[in-house]
């Protein structure tokens, strides 16, 4: 597996726990609002040392007691199949917790990571009928399947959608398709670093309270971040 970064602690990005989070190399979606260059572009990519996974574990190993978990995150992790099955393996046998996030494209290795993993973040891109048009890929069948698996999972989870150009009517089909289930959050597209395509996107402030008091009764817990 091609780790590509390593942040050593994450206090925010798995709910409630002390982390590290370690990105995979490598997307098979090219969503237009993405800014991980770095580790989406097989021409960017190249251009940044890898970190080997003997060095990871060795840091892991490191942090015994201090860390409750890893978070892995891409890029999109499970285009590693069984190597990142393998990889949860050792990570659980070292007593650390698991959150993955993914993309959802990969229903088969979600389904086998479900008995290793104590959280998932799934992406949802779009609406299903324009998945090929946001990220490159004709997924939308494999997207539906991995939302089943995680539902029925009784792994905690969440989904989440980043906000970009989508229009109100986009956000409460891609509510519908999730629908009834524990978490959803909408995350506000942050203008921080230039992204793939080049392009910026603003959502308008007053159209996330509108799609709020539309859906908010849908899940068990609804934020806006
Ligand atoms: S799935 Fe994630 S990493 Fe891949 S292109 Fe989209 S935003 Fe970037």
């Known amino acids: 597996m091609n780790i590509g970064g390593l942040q050593k602690v994450t206090l925010i990005d798995y709910p409630g726990k002390i982390a590290c989070t370690v990105f995979t190399s ?43 978990g890893c ?29 993955l996030d993914t993309n959802g494209s990969n229903p088969k290795v979600i389904k086998k990571l479900i008995p290793l993993i104590d ?7 779009a609406p299903l009928d324009k998945y090929k048009e946001m990220t490159g890929l004709d997924c939308a069948s494999k997207i539906k399947e991995s939302i089943e698996i995680i539902k029925k999972s009784g792994v905690d989870y969440e989904f989440r959608t980043t906000i970009t150009d989508h229009s109100i009517e ?19 597209f942050i203008d921080e670093k230039e992204t ?30």
């Open 119 to 125: 959280y998932i973040a799934m992406d949802i891109k």
């Open 196 to 225: 793939i395509s080049g392009k910026t996107f603003k959502f308008k402030e007053e159209n996330f309270e509108i799609i709020k008091e539309k859906i908010k009764g849908l899940f068990d817990v609804f934020k806006i971040r």
């Open 71 to 99: 978070v892995i995150c891409g890029g999109e992790p499970t285009i590693y199949g069984n190597e990142l099955v393998d990889f949860c393996k050792k990570i659980k046998e070292k007593g650390f917790l698991i959150k």
């Open 170 to 188: 986009d956000v409460l089909q891609m509510a519908e398709i999730i629908s009834p289930a524990k978490r959803y959050c909408l995350q506000r």
């Open 26 to 68: 490598g997307c098979n979606f090219r969503c237009p609002f993405c800014y991980s260059k770095e580790l989406v572009l097989p021409e960017e990519i190249k251009k940044h040392p890898l970190i080997s996974e003997d060095d990871f574990f060795s840091f892991l190993d490191s942090k015994k007691g201090l860390l409750d």
